[in-house]
């Protein structure tokens, strides 16, 4: 918002895995007016009573929501590109599993070409390189620095 101006009408793109931080996404995206392109592998998929909700959400505002299991697709003309670690805290042994499972869908400047001319970046923290590259990380697209210190604000 602080960046755009506002997110009525904007594209999130989320590339990765179905957890809390993308249920925080799909519970507020519509009501704020934005659309919501999400690509997770199958098996890491959001929970099905989020999806239902978000579902009803976009169809209440208007908004459009797609789910995928391909991240160039989630990533077309999207606005912000987004995704958090694919390792959670207590996921640690399936580490291996995972990896292999998340395999295409690091964000890169690949996956920025189908995404608006104005795209952008966001990630919670800590990043791993596997997540997203250093070329898009630290590339002036990148808000997640800002984004952390406004997280600062709210604790």
Not at 12 to 26: E, Q, T
Not at 47 to 74: F, H, V, W
Not at 126 to 145: A, G, I, Q, T
Request: glycine share 6%; net charge negative; proline share 5%.
């Amino acid at each position: 918002q602080e960046h755009y101006g506002g997110l009525k009408g904007l594209t999130i793109a989320w590339i990765g895995d179905g957890n809390n931080v993308l249920h925080s996404f799909m519970a507020s995206a519509a009501k704020l007016g934005a659309h919501l392109r999400i690509a997770t592998p199958r098996g890491f998929e959001p929970d099905p009573r989020i999806t239902k909700i978000t579902e009803q959400n976009s169809k209440e505002c208007g908004t459009k929501l797609l789910l995928t299991t391909d991240p160039l697709e989630a990533a077309d003309s999207a606005n912000v590109l987004v995704t958090d670690t694919w390792i959670s805290m207590g996921q640690e042994e399936e580490k291996k599993e995972r990896l292999k499972a998340f395999q295409g869908y690091q964000i890169t400047m690949q996956t920025a070409k189908s995404a608006a001319s104005n795209w952008t970046f966001l990630h919670c923290l800590p990043r791993k390189p596997e997540e997203v590259d250093d070329e898009v990380f630290y590339s002036p697209r990148s808000l997640v620095f800002q984004e952390a210190e406004n997280r600062k604000w709210t604790i």
